[in-house]
């Protein structure tokens, strides 16, 4: 007899019990007879193959679950003796359930129930983590952008001054300029030449 296993499933195996549990329901069987066909081929309990499938699985599959139970309708539809075999099934499991004695042995172990139990907090505590990290750049971000802000108000401030100090400078400038110009005329009159009768250069003062 061999040794129910209680590690922690893997991926393929979650899929092997995906494709087992939609294929029975696609037949009309029911996810009994798939766990049972599971837990055989993974050395696993049913019970186990169940708590999986309902506390996990399942939620990754609820499309898949809804397109095997229409198709499961359609298959009803062509061939009319589905029906009535579906439904022995169905009531003979029915009463398979209900027998003391199976469940006493397909019950869940405390360790299973251990191993869920862990999984689901170590997802929860790595969710909180990502939410502080998610936290912290947000906190970080805004600081970043009110420095900025500040850094480029003042930057824009430095740029006015400097632009009105260049126009202060060019207005002297302007103004030197001027100055320097009547000063010029004052001590240096202008000078020009004009052509005389005889066609010679000679000099006059304005």
Same mark, same amino acid.
Do not use: F, Y
């Given at each position: 007899m061999s040794i129910a296993r209680q590690d922690a499933w893997t991926h393929d195996e979650d899929l092997l019990l995906a494709e087992v549990v939609l294929r029975h329901i696609r037949e009309g069987s029911t996810q009994l007879k798939a766990f049972e066909e599971v837990g055989k081929q993974l050395s696993r309990t049913s019970a186990a193959c169940g708590f999986r499938w309902n506390s996990f699985v399942r939620k990754q599959y609820k499309s898949g679950i809804e397109l095997a139970k229409k198709q499961r309708k359609?298959?009803?539809v062509i061939d009319p003796d589905?029906?009535?075999?579906?439904?022995?099934?169905?009531?003979?499991?029915?009463?398979?359930?209900k027998t003391p004695q199976q469940e006493e042995n397909e019950s869940i172990t405390l360790q299973e129930v251990i191993l869920y139990l862990t999984?689901?907090?170590e997802f929860f505590q790595l969710d909180n983590k990502e939410k502080e990290r998610i936290s912290e750049r947000s906190l970080f971000l805004e600081r970043e952008n009110v420095r900025l802000k500040e850094e480029n108000a003042l930057l824009k401030d430095n740029l006015k001054a400097v632009e009105e100090d260049y126009r202060a400078l060019m207005q002297i400038m302007e103004r030197a300029r %001027?100055?320097?110009v #009547?000063? !010029?005329?004052?001590? &240096?009159? %202008?000078?020009s030449f #004009?052509? !005389?009768?005889?066609? &010679?250069?000679?000099?006059?003062?304005k």
């Open positions: 359609e298959q009803v589905v029906e009535r075999d579906s439904s022995a099934v169905v009531e003979n499991n029915t009463i398979e359930q999984k689901m907090d %001027k100055l320097s #009547q000063e !010029d005329e004052k001590t &240096n009159p %202008k000078v #004009q052509m !005389d009768k005889n066609g &010679n250069l000679e000099r006059v003062n």
